[in-house]
């Protein structure tokens, strides 16, 4: 909370180079470095994003694993 009473929202960064092609995690790992992510900073009120940006080394099936598992795993922790 800050002063006053107003609460704020928390911008997180995801490293890009986990989505990369060559060398970047798998699916399962993507999944688990979000999991942590959310556990550390909470599913609400989060921006979660990318700490560089794309720099277009990624793979688009792992960019999109991280947009699908953000919004899969906080629904999972908002609901229980």
């Known amino acids: 909370m800050l002063s006053g ?3 704020s929202a928390l911008q997180g960064n995801f490293d890009p180079n986990l989505l990369w092609k060559e ?3 798998d699916e399962e790992g993507i999944r688990a470095a979000v ?3 959310l556990e ?3 599913p609400q009120r989060l921006i979660a994003n990318l ?3 794309l720099s ?3 793979d688009p099936a792992k960019v999109a694993c991280l947009v699908d598992a953000v ?3 906080s629904a999972e922790m908002i609901a229980s």
């Open 35 to 37: 999991r942590q992510m």
């Open 56 to 58: 277009g080394k990624e």
């Open 23 to 25: 060398g970047g995690l």
């Open 40 to 42: 550390e900073l909470g």
């Open 5 to 7: 009473g107003k609460s």
């Open 51 to 53: 700490g560089a940006g």
């Open 71 to 73: 919004h899969d795993i």
